[in-house]
C-alpha cells in the first residue's frame, strides 16, 4: 500500500485522501442521522392521531386532556385507565405504574407510549401539567390548530 500511495503523483494523493476523508465523513454523518431518527419521539393529539396511519408498537407522544369522568384504576392498584381528548376527539388510554401527583381530570399531560393493536394508547410515561393554567405548548398549538381552543 505505501509503495502504491509513494508512486502516485503528489496531487492525486491528495485527491485519494480527499476523497476518503469524504467518504468516511459520509458514513458516519449517515450513521449519526439513522441513530437521532430512531430517538425523535413524534408528537401527536387525538385528532391528529385519527388521520394518521400510525402502525402498532411505534413509539410517540400523544397530548391533550384528561377527560371528565374517565379516570378508572384496576383492580391490580397498580394499573389506570383514563381518556385523553383534544375536544375534538378522544382516545383510550392505559397507564401501569405512579400517575404524577398533578395528574387528574380536565388537565393537560402528554404520555409516551405506543398503540396497541385494539387502538388503546398503552403508556409507559405520564407528564402531567405544572399549574392549575399551564397546558404544554405542544398540546396548546395543536388544539388552537384543530380550531378546538376554549382558553385565553
Known sequence: MKKMLKNLKPKRRRLLFLLSG???LGISLGLALL???????????????SEKEIETNK?????????????????????????????????DAQFKGVLPNLFREGQ???????????????ANKIFAKHDENYLPPEIADAIKKEGQWKGN
Not at 441513530?35 to 392521531?49: G, I, K, R, Y
Not at 393537560?108 to 398503552?122: D, H, P, Q, W, Y
Open 22 to 24: 469524504l467518504f468516511i
Open 35 to 49: 441513530a437521532l431518527n430512531e430517538q425523535v419521539d413524534l408528537f401527536l393529539t387525538p385528532t391528529s392521531l
Open 59 to 91: 413509539r410517540f407522544k400523544l397530548g391533550g386532556l384528561v377527560q371528565k369522568n374517565s379516570i378508572k384504576k384496576l383492580k391490580d392498584g397498580v394499573t389506570t385507565l383514563f381518556i385523553i381528548t383534544d375536544n375534538n376527539m378522544s382516545i
Open 108 to 122: 393537560g399531560v402528554v404520555a409516551e407510549g405506543k398503540l396497541n393493536s385494539k387502538k388503546i394508547f398503552i
